[in-house]
């Protein structure tokens, strides 16, 4: 049975970030993953994970000024500079907070854009060598056009072709459900073509982003697919609860309290 992780940064958000720690382990997680845990010193985020007993299944490295519309530095040749410290910052917290897996976002170019493809090559050959210290794998994640236009890695096929073409032992593909099946559909094939390479499995429902099992997927399915397949890392729950995230946790039921 697949091992869940719950992701505080869309999960539990009727609480404060570092309370959601608890709330995730009191319903039955225990992992948790998140996307930007950098207004709180890792040393809090490690006391959080280690008392509410939860393994860390996966956080992002920062992303450039989200506000001002950075989604991610990776791919941006003007931008390397900060890109590698934005690393060396999140492989600093993944050693304090017990990380083994971390997504580095590409950012926004067209993926035609040669520059963008060969600056986006360099910054995984050094996020990978770094994070490798520290022995860590970094995810590469394909993202829809519809939720984050202009994104320079918006294809299943062109992250498993760059993966074997950069040859790193420990740059993984991030294969979310949601991203998979709004680009390509094809879920259980792409998962199991696919699955050598795949770091982190994440989860939603389609369209509407809410509680697997709710939307044109049949998740269970799924989860049974990745069994048969041997898939033994986590599955993030990376949806937006319709109601209170509690009430929409029937699925969970069969699941809770397995690892
Ligand atoms: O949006 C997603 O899907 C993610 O996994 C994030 O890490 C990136 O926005
Ligand atoms: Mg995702």
Same mark, same amino acid.
């Given at each position: 049975m697949p091992r869940f992780a719950a992701n505080l940064t869309l999960m539990f958000?009727?609480?404060p970030f570092l309370d959601r720690f608890a709330a995730a382990a009191e319903a039955g997680f225990g992992a948790v993953e998140f996307l930007f845990?950098?207004?709180?010193?890792p040393e809090t985020i490690a006391d959080r994970l280690r008392e509410n007993q939860l393994t860390l299944a996966l956080f992002n490295a920062p992303p450039g000024d989200w506000a001002a519309g950075?989604?991610?530095?990776?791919?941006?040749p003007a931008r390397s500079v900060e890109f590698r410290s934005s690393v060396e910052h999140a492989v600093t917290y993944a050693r304090a907070i017990g990380a083994t897996k971390l997504h580095v976002m590409a950012g926004i170019?067209?993926?035609?854009?040669r520059a963008a493809s060969n600056a986006y090559r360099e910054s995984l050959r050094f996020a990978c060598d770094r994070a490798g210290d520290a022995d860590l794998d970094v995810l590469i994640e394909p993202l829809n056009?519809?939720?984050?236009?202009?994104?320079?890695?918006?294809?299943f096929n062109r992250a498993a072709d760059l993966i074997a073409e950069l040859a790193l032992p420990n740059l993984k593909l991030q294969f979310d459900v949601y991203h998979r099946q709004i680009m390509h559909g094809d879920v259980l094939t792409g998962l199991q073509t696919l699955a050598p390479i795949i770091g982190h499995v994440q989860i939603a429902s389609v !369209?509407?982003? +809410? &509680? !697997?099992?709710? +939307? &044109?997927?049949n998740d269970t399915a799924i989860f049974d697919a990745l069994d048969r397949l041997g898939y033994s890392g986590f599955v993030g729950c990376e949806y937006r609860p319709v109601g209170s995230t509690e009430e929409g946790l029937g699925w969970f039921a069969l699941y809770r309290n397995r690892g």
């Open positions: 958000g009727e609480r845990p950098y207004e709180h010193p950075d989604r991610g530095l990776a791919c941006l170019a067209p993926p035609d854009d056009g519809r939720d984050m236009p202009g994104y320079h890695l918006a294809d !369209p509407r982003r +809410g &509680e !697997p099992n709710t +939307g &044109e997927l």
